[in-house]
Nanobody, 126 residues
Framework: VQLQAYGGGLVQTGGSLRLSCAAS????????MGWFRRAPGKEREFVAF????????YYTGSVKGRFTISRDNAKNTVYLQMNSLKPEDTAVYFC????????????????????WGQGTQVTVSS
């Protein structure tokens, strides 16, 4: 499956952005999806996960209550709605896919995802 992430940009503190990740090349509902980010000078970190049906969702603690992950299997797209953005959310955001599994966990490890998008830059100014 090929992934194309877009929707990043420059926004002020407290603003919102919606990232999208369009999938192609395979049946989208065969994949669980994740969003990761890499801030300058830091390791790539897990942000959010949604399973193939949208029925199981996880977030990293720092984004709970501010970010919402969702997917539309009819449109082959996963979304990350980001509200109340903070300067520490500044990073390159990546979407990732793995073939769905019976066991949802682990979901936060980059190594379990087989496919990655190219990344989209999110910059939050203070």
């Amino acid at each position: 499956v090929q992934l194309q992430a877009y929707g990043g940009g420059l926004v002020q503190t407290g603003g919102s952005l919606r990232l999208s990740c369009a999938a192609s090349g395979d049946t989208f509902s065969n994949y669980d999806m994740g969003w990761f980010r890499r801030a300058p000078g830091k390791e790539r970190e897990f942000v959010a996960f949604v399973n193939w049906s949208g029925g199981i969702i996880y977030y990293t603690g720092s984004v709970k209550g501010r970010f919402t992950i969702s997917r539309d299997n009819a449109k082959n797209t996963v979304y990350l709605q980001m509200n109340s953005l903070k300067p520490e959310d500044t990073a390159v955001y990546f979407c990732a896919a793995r073939r769905t599994q019976i066991a949802t966990r682990p979901y936060e490890l980059p190594s379990i995802y087989n496919y990655w998008g190219q990344g989209t830059q999110v910059t939050v100014s203070s």
